[in-house]
């Protein structure tokens, strides 16, 4: 197996392994994620009826609402939240629901920014162990 380490700019630190869920497109939780499944319902998403759970979860940024962090916590409640998110950029509507899942569910999601060549190496890969006091993402391909 080959493993490639790429930079990451943390937002939410934490560490973290899993599978990788890869999206070339934005995504929108209200309305677009099932927040009882963690399954993408928007049919404009490359990975529509995919779910989401204990997945590495790597997209460009979010869009849409003010309660895309609201979705998110209501996925850790229920046990369907991912287990990362990696995006070009990101948001404080989207930051809100790992924050908070930190302080009601003491769980942790790392959030982690990349650019554009990091991103498409991980368009690549199966698994990540994201490292956000390190600031890398190593791929296994």
Do not use: H
């Amino acid at each position: 197996m080959a493993l490639t380490t790429i930079k990451c700019d943390a937002v939410i630190k934490g560490k973290v392994t899993g599978e990788v869920l890869f999206s070339r497109k934005p995504l929108s939780f209200i309305g677009g994620v099932d927040p009882k499944t963690g399954i993408i319902l928007d049919p404009l998403s490359d990975q529509c009826g995919q779910c989401m759970a204990n997945k590495i979860l790597v997209f460009p940024f979010g869009k849409g609402s003010s309660g895309a962090g609201l979705v998110l916590l209501e996925l850790a409640r229920v046990g369907k939240a991912p287990k990362a998110l990696v995006n070009l950029r990101t948001n404080t509507v989207l930051l809100t629901g790992p924050l908070v899942m930190r302080e009601f569910y003491k769980k942790e999601m790392p959030v982690v920014c990349v650019d554009e060549p990091a991103m498409e190496e991980l368009s690549q890969a199966n698994e990540v162990t994201i490292d956000g006091t390190s600031g890398t993402i190593i791929i296994s391909k």
